[in-house]
């Protein structure tokens, strides 16, 4: 039992001093509930509003991927340099440490193989799922213009309402079919039908001509996709022009793990995307720290 005359002389009301209510730092985030900011907060670094994530759930349509072969040895020594990892569960269980402190970003559509027709995805991981892997959100492929579009809208949809339930965002990745232009218009219309039907962020690739375009009408955070393996300083050279022309980060994957070092190559990544580096400097770090 508490010392009542104590208590009396601890009460400390301050009622001069207004209660302080902050907005959300994330953009179209304000109005979510105290959950998905938290795990949105542990993906996207509150100090820069910007995530670095590892993306390396490859595997899942294309199997052992090259720089991907053994996830033990070549992922678990980047892992310390990224925000966020976004992976199967079938590898968060069988390889990374429950002790790793990185949030996690669950791939929870699935179903196709490079062998067949990519976009005829489903959901195939059930939430229950995700809450048991402590996710900060899941990632749903959506084939805007693909064979199977309405399928994939309609399986990110479920996962907006479904996560929404439990307070877990929804990563709407836009994955572009092989004979579609990759341009700001396409990706425009992508982000936005994504946003637009409830996606909590988006990754998306970034075009060299109005890619600012496609962030500025997006209401929610858009992350840069890395997209096939480019020379390194051309790869921070794309990372930095995302960031500086509206994007929340990146989630990058074969322009990291297959880059001649990638524990440099990350560390160059999260120098553009935290600190504003120039793509020269970062460059220079990545040279400095690959020759270590
Ligand atoms: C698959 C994905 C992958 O995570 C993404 O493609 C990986 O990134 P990168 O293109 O940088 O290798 O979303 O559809």
């Avoid at 349509?61 to 720089?67: E, L, R, V």
């Avoid at 929610?220 to 929340?248: N, S």
């Amino acid at each position: 039992m508490p010392d009542v005359d104590e208590m009396k002389e601890g009460k400390k009301y301050y009622t001069d001093v207004p209660q302080q209510t902050e907005g959300f730092f994330l953009k179209g985030s304000n109005a979510l509930d105290w959950g998905m900011k938290n795990r949105l907060a542990r993906i996207f670094n509150p100090k820069t509003g910007r995530t670095v994530m590892l993306a390396v759930d490859h595997g899942y349509f294309q199997g052992p991927t090259t720089g991907l072969e053994r996830i033990d040895i070549n992922i678990l020594p980047l892992v310390p340099y990224a925000d966020t990892l976004m992976l199967t569960r079938g590898i968060l269980r069988s390889i990374v440490p429950p002790s790793v402190s990185q949030s996690i970003v669950l791939r929870v559509s699935g179903g196709t193989s490079i062998l067949k027709e990519l976009s005829n995805e489903e959901i195939a991981v059930d939430i229950e799922d995700s809450i048991r892997l402590n996710v900060c959100a899941m990632a749903v492929q959506v084939f805007i213009g693909g064979e199977y579009e309405r399928q994939s809208i309609i399986n990110m949809t479920k996962m907006v309402d479904i996560g929404t339930r439990y307070g877990i965002p929804t990563l709407a990745v836009t994955a572009v079919g092989k004979d579609m232009a990759k341009d700001a218009r396409y990706f425009r219309l992508a982000t936005r039908i994504c946003a637009e039907l409830g996606a909590h962020y988006i990754k998306t690739y970034y075009v060299e001509d109005g890619f600012e375009t496609v962030t500025a009408s997006c209401p929610v955070p858009i992350v840069m996709a890395g997209g096939k393996k480019l020379p390194e300083l051309d790869a921070l050279t794309m990372a930095c022009r995302a960031v500086q022309e509206g994007a929340a980060g990146v989630d990058m994957g074969r322009n990291i793990f297959q880059s001649e070092s990638p524990v440099a190559m990350i560390q160059a990544v999260k120098a553009v995307v935290h600190d504003n580096e120039t793509p020269a400097k970062a460059f220079d770090l990545y040279n400095t720290l690959k020759n270590e």
